[in-house]
């Protein structure tokens, strides 16, 4: 056990931006009281103790900077774990109840509890007070969620879990809770579940379009940038790889479009474009001209009517006519000069190797315009 008393209310006060002065004056106290706390040399009594624990909106765990053994609690979700997936739900809540009564002041004994009541809900026909139980320890948890050490767990993700719980009993609550996190359409999924379950066929149709645009957009950024950096490995297998990979994101605009112009044709014209680099570096020459040669007409006919959207112009489109996905990139306004960026993009962090291997395409390319 250790205990940093001092040290904490020293921190808190200034986390909060208090004065020494500051903080005696809002517990009616004086100046040499707050130092003598945070030099150590006294320690507030157990009813003040409380009330700074209140004032700071922590634990008194937290404020005496009290630790209990984390074997004990690596023990305690260990089994718990063990149960769940042994398929011993009833122990396994048992073994929760006991351990919210041992430490009802740790994070991660309240997540793991909450995330178990979770689990057994769904395998007891959704048992409605295993979600209320998981509910509580969830907001609970995120009292204590600067004990949280870990990358997986957050403020975010916690309430996230909230406003899912909310979708079967309160889905009004729910969608305000999803609105309140729904940063870059983070939460979209969630709203469309809250609103299906009200019954809004529209508001979900739309909720569903802008989570499969973002989703959409997502995946193909991932892909071109897991492209450069499969390049960026200089091997036979890795081109060839990363031109597959290419031709899975063609695959994917060509069953979403629906034959309109939009970003889609644009991103399209670049996928071909990476794709024609990687066979450069692999020596396809020929394949390399044709993708070239596919992705330049495609690319003059993208520039007569550019549309840097896709708004009503691919398939699966149900969002409500103020919507806007906001689509940015930075190569440029039109896809031939695009194509011209890209080159040059991908040059910028590329070896000497890769370089020299892409040489071919951009020659090729060069002619083409």
């Given at each position: 056990m250790q ?8 921190k808190?006060?200034?986390e909060m931006?208090l004065t020494?002065e500051?903080?005696?004056?809002a517990f009616?106290?004086t100046v ?12 507030p009594d157990i ?10 909106d ?11 053994s984390?074997?004990?609690v690596?023990?305690?979700?260990d089994?718990i774990?063990k149960l769940?997936?042994?398929?011993h739900?009833?122990?396994a809540?048992?073994e ?5 009564v041992r430490?009802?002041?740790?994070y991660?004994i309240?997540?793991?509890c909450?995330?178990a009541?979770v689990?057994?809900?769904a395998?007891?026909?959704f048992?409605k007070?295993?979600r209320?139980k998981a509910l509580?320890l969830f ?5 204590y969620v ?5 990358i997986?767990?957050n ?7 909230i406003?899912?719980?909310k979708?079967s009993?309160y889905?009004?609550?729910s ?9 870059r359409?983070a939460a ?13 066929k529209?508001e979900t149709?739309d ?8 989703i959409?957009?997502q995946?193909?950024e991932f892909?071109?940038g897991m492209?450069?950096?499969l390049?960026a490995m ?5 081109y ?5 990979l ?9 069953a979403?479009?629906?034959?309109k112009t ?15 680099i ?11 001209k044709?993708?070239?040669d596919?992705a ?6 993208y ?8 708004n ?6 149900h969002?409500g006519?103020?919507?806007?996905y906001?689509i ?5 306004h039109?896809a031939?000069?695009g194509?011209?960026?890209l ?6 962090p ?5 370089i ?5 395409a ?5 002619s083409?315009?």
């Amino acid at each position: 056990m250790q205990l940093n008393l001092h040290e904490n209310i020293k921190k808190y006060r200034k986390e909060m931006g208090l004065t020494q002065e500051g903080l005696a004056e809002a517990f009616g106290i004086t100046v040499g009281a707050v130092s003598k706390w945070e030099s150590g040399s006294t320690i507030p009594d157990i009813m003040t103790l409380m009330d700074l624990a209140d004032f700071f909106d922590i634990s008194v765990d937290t404020l005496l900077g009290y630790t209990i053994s984390s074997k004990n609690v690596d023990d305690i979700i260990d089994r718990i774990d063990k149960l769940l997936s042994d398929g011993h739900y009833d122990e396994a809540i048992l073994e929760a109840e006991k351990a919210i009564v041992r430490y009802p002041g740790n994070y991660r004994i309240l997540n793991k509890c909450a995330n178990a009541y979770v689990t057994v809900s769904a395998v007891k026909n959704f048992k409605k007070e295993y979600r209320e139980k998981a509910l509580e320890l969830f907001e609970e948890s995120l009292r204590y969620v600067d004990q949280n050490t870990g990358i997986d767990d957050n403020e975010m993700s916690i309430r996230y879990k909230i406003a899912e719980l909310k979708i079967s009993d309160y889905p009004n609550e729910s969608i305000k809770e999803f609105q309140e996190i729904n940063y870059r359409g983070a939460a979209e999924i969630g709203i469309a579940q809250a609103y299906r379950a009200l019954g809004k066929k529209e508001e979900t149709l739309d909720r569903y379009t802008r989570a499969l645009s973002g989703i959409l957009v997502q995946s193909i950024e991932f892909a071109t940038g897991m492209n450069v950096s499969l390049m960026a490995m200089d091997k036979p297998a890795s081109y060839n790889e990363a031109a597959d990979l290419m031709d899975w994101c063609i695959d994917i605009v060509d069953a979403t479009s629906n034959g309109k112009t939009s970003y889609l044709t644009k991103v399209k014209v670049f996928c071909l474009a990476l794709k024609a680099i990687n066979q450069s570096c692999y020596k396809d020459y020929d394949n390399m001209k044709k993708s070239l040669d596919t992705a330049y007409q495609l690319a003059k006919e993208y520039d007569k009517k550019p549309s840097n959207d896709f708004n009503g112009k691919i398939k699966f489109w149900h969002a409500g006519e103020d919507y806007k996905y906001p689509i940015y990139d930075n190569l440029g306004h039109g896809a031939v000069e695009g194509i011209s960026s890209l080159f040059e993009n991908v040059k910028g962090p590329g070896d000497k190797g890769v370089i020299k291997k892409m040489e071919e395409a951009s020659r090729y390319w060069e002619s083409l315009i």
